[in-house]
């Protein structure tokens, strides 16, 4: 019921592991390996998420990281594999789970000041269906969890015209899939994507002191296994002018073509963006755009305020058309305070989307203390309007640090998602606590508590508080 098939990522990962390798042999550099063991074992009330009946259990995690990077003068490189197996005593049957987690980058010169090579892959675990059973934790057991895989190679060429211009032509080929075999709310089917892409952009150099300048154009084809292809196409010319050191204008105009067979993504015209950056000192800055993007008015905002020398405030607004691949090899699935992945954040599926998004977010530290507060706002608009949702969501995070081998946490989110099709509300909060000590140079140990709790009339099943305890040791090898 709840099994879980990673063979392709194995066969997938492998060449990726292997490049890195052979990267080593061909660049030198500094190289670090650091392996790492975490064993956590953790009491919950609701094991299992999707069943009607709550079941207790104890459940172990076995953890084994490896974390390899490498530093030099023409490559970077950062990867981290943990294979997490999950051991529930409790279970009638598929007692056991594994759940691949892997974060890679990579950034080579092959060729100085003339050909690069970037790469990403990652593997992560995500939610199928905001609306069906969800959890702010790992230990316990659904049907509603996918393992998704993403893997993006981009080579490009770049050369410098002295001080006239840089112009730059690249491509991009990569590949999103998911281990689900079947439909969501609405008939939504999970598949795969491949994405095949090209970009030119000839940008001004230090000849134009005031004046700047980039011509650019590409292409994208994306694959989508059961839906119509998503094609763009795309070419722009951006200005700016900076009047002063405050004061900067922006603007942009181009032609986009954008076919999907679809209604709520196919465009074909002329695009255009004017606005102004302005950053009146060294604690502020703040852009503005305000355009026709797609089919319509379109605006993009982005704020910074630094408070003290070690607080700092934001506010940002994009609107963008996306497919579940951009979203997952963009940031979206990135925590913006702690840098790791969120599991849940979205919907697995093979729609294109409209997300407008409004962040805030305030982040400090004080002594001891670090702390972050952060709310935003996202308008998702599918193709399919079963997936039609507007998500308020407010998360704060405190970490006190009481001696050099004792810290402290504690964090809380809330989440309200309105599905629009049916005009019901979902609210799902969580609140967390937690204490780590550190036992040696190589041994922590942190012991947590989490809380979470669902309110819905639409889900009858999953309007349940959730309970969990958990003890762990982290063993650096």
């Known amino acids: 019921m709840y099994k879980y098939t990673m063979s392709m990522s194995v066969r997938t990962l492998f060449p990726v592991v292997m490049g890195l390798c052979l990267s080593q042999t061909a660049f030198g550099g500094t190289w670090r390996l650091a392996p790492s063991l975490t064993v956590t074992e953790t009491y919950t009330d609701n094991v299992n998420l999707d069943t009607a009946e709550r079941q207790g259990d104890f459940v172990t995690q076995v953890s084994p990281t490896l974390l390899l990077t490498g530093e030099g003068a023409r490559l970077n490189t950062t990867l981290s594999y943990t294979p997490n197996y999950f051991y529930f005593p409790g279970a009638e049957d598929d007692k056991d789970e594994f759940r691949h987690r892997l974060e890679g980058n990579l950034s080579s010169e092959l060729v100085r000041d003339l050909f690069f090579v970037d790469a990403a892959a990652r593997i992560s675990q995500q939610f199928l269906d905001r609306r069906a059973a969800i959890a702010s934790v790992e230990a316990n057991r659904t049907e509603n969890r996918s393992t998704v895989q993403a893997y993006q190679i981009n080579p490009y060429v770049q050369h410098r015209f002295g ?3 840089t112009a730059r032509l690249g491509g991009t080929v990569s590949h999103v899939r998911s281990d689900a075999d079947e439909t969501t709310v609405g008939g939504v089917f999970l598949s795969n994507s491949t994405r095949y892409g090209a970009d030119f952009s000839l940008a001004s150099g230090t000849d134009f002191s005031r004046l700047g300048w980039v011509y650019s154009a590409d292409y994208s084809f994306e694959e989508r296994q059961t839906t119509s292809d998503f ?14 050191r405050m004061f900067t204008l922006l603007g942009s105009a181009g032609y986009t073509k954008r076919e999907a067979n679809s209604i709520f993504a196919d465009f074909d015209g002329f695009v255009w963006d004017a606005g102004f950056r302005l950053i009146p000192g060294p604690r502020t800055s703040l852009s503005f755009r305000y355009g026709n993007q797609y089919d319509g008015d379109t605006f993009a ?11 700092q405030i934001s506010l940002s607004y994009d609107d963008r058309i996306q497919t579940f691949q951009s979203l997952v090899l963009g940031d979206a699935l990135i925590d913006e ?8 954040q979205l919907f697995v599926s093979d729609n294109l989307v409209r997300t407008k998004t409004w962040r805030l977010t305030l982040t400090g530290t004080r002594g001891r203390t670090t702390f972050s507060v952060g709310g935003f706002y996202r308008d998702f608009e599918s193709e399919v309007s079963e997936l039609d949702e507007k998500r308020w969501v407010g998360s704060l995070s405190l970490t006190r640090r009481l001696s050099p081998r004792l810290s402290v946490s504690t964090s809380g989110t809330y989440n309200l998602s309105n599905f629009e099709d049916t005009a019901v509300d979902d609210k799902f909060w ?14 922590t140990s942190s012991l947590s508590y989490t809380h979470s709790d669902r309110e819905g009339s639409r889900f009858p099943l999953f309007n349940r508080a959730s309970n969990f305890i958990s003890l762990s040791i982290r063993a650096s090898l």
């Open 163 to 165: 001080g006239f211009a």
């Open 337 to 344: 305070f702690t840098g790791e992945l969120i599991p849940g």
């Open 231 to 244: 094609k763009t196409y795309g070419t722009r010319l951006s200005l700016s002018y900076r009047f002063s």
């Open 301 to 311: 905002v982005d704020a910074f305020y630094r408070i003290s020398a070690q607080t």
């Open 430 to 443: 969580t609140a967390s606590a937690n204490m780590s000590y550190r036992l040696s140079e190589s041994l």
